[in-house]
Structures are given as structure tokens and as C-alpha cells.
């Protein structure tokens, strides 16, 4: 059996259970004072679980492309961290309401996006290109973020 048909469904329960998550986290979010601009708890999960779809499609798409090569290696490395950045986010921001150190990991969470479409672009541009709504996405989470934090000073 391959390998990726073990591990793409694995990822995608990953994004289902964080979309579903995030609803539930940020339930208990009404003492902090948000932008006028932020949409809806729902819209927000399904906006995550789309952009996180597409960062899975890039990486599948790179590991089509470049299996078992240090680059990949390194690419999935980066794509663990990432999931696990996006995990403590949505916790520090919506579990535990640590607005600045979700600030942190939310810039963290974005420059992994860019380094992860760094390593891919001279390799598979079709992956890297799949990874810009995922970066587009991390880098509205980190304004987010911020945006929370400046409103809660």
C-alpha cells in the first residue's frame, strides 16, 4: 500500500477536526473585543479548512513530483511544523485568548508558508503556486492577530 493513501486522508481529518475546532474555541471568545471586519466563527473555519486544502494539494502535488528527495524531506518537515504552528494558534488564540503569543505564531506560521513555497518553486511552480491562497490565508491570520491585539490593549 502507498504510503500517500494513508497519509492524505490523515491530513485532511486533520483539517476537518481543526475547522470544527476553531467553532468550538471560539464559542468561548465573546470577552475579547474582535474587528468589525472579522466574519463569522463558521465562515472563518471553512475559509481555514479551503486554504488548508490547498496546502495539501501543493504538497501531494510536490510529492508526485519529488519523492524521496532531500527537498521533499525537507518540505514535509516544514509542513509538520506548520500543522502544528496552525494547532497552537487557533489555541493560544481562541483556547487560552494569549493574543500576543498568537501573534508570534502566527508570524511563524506565515514565514513557514513562504519558506515551504521557497524550497518548492524550482522544483514543481504548480505545488508552489498551490501553497499562495494557504500563504494568503497565514498572512491575514497574523494582521488577524495583530488586529485583536492593538483592539485588547
Known amino acids: 500500500m502507498r504510503l500517500s ?12 477536526f481543526a475547522s470544527v ?16 471586519w472579522l466574519f463569522s466563527p463558521g465562515i472563518l473555519a471553512a475559509v481555514w479548512g479551503f486554504a488548508f486544502f490547498f496546502g495539501v494539494a501543493g504538497i501531494f502535488t510536490f510529492w508526485a513530483v519529488a519523492p524521496q528527495t532531500r527537498r521533499f524531506r525537507w518540505a ?3 509542513f509538520i511544523i506548520n500543522i502544528g504552528l496552525n494547532i497552537l494558534w487557533m489555541s493560544a488564540l481562541f483556547g487560552s485568548q494569549l493574543i500576543e503569543v ?5 508570524l511563524a506560521l506565515f514565514l513557514s508558508v513562504i519558506v515551504l513555497i521557497m524550497i518548492i518553486m524550482p ?5 508552489s503556486w ?9 498572512g ?14
Do not use: C
Not at 493513501?5 to 476537518?16: E, Q
Not at 475546532?21 to 468589525?36: M, T
Not at 491575514?140 to 488586529?147: I, M, P, R, T, W
Open 5 to 16: 493513501y494513508i497519509i492524505a486522508p490523515v491530513v485532511i481529518l486533520i483539517a476537518a
Open 21 to 36: 475546532w476553531i467553532l468550538g474555541l471560539a464559542s468561548g471568545f465573546e470577552s475579547v473585543s474582535l474587528p468589525e
Open 76 to 78: 514535509l518537515s516544514i
Open 102 to 106: 498568537s501573534l508570534g505564531i502566527s
Open 123 to 127: 522544483v514543481a511552480k504548480l505545488s
Open 130 to 138: 498551490l501553497l499562495v491562497p494557504y500563504a494568503g490565508w497565514t
Open 140 to 153: 491575514f491570520v497574523a494582521y488577524l492577530s495583530y488586529a485583536i491585539l492593538r483592539l485588547n490593549r
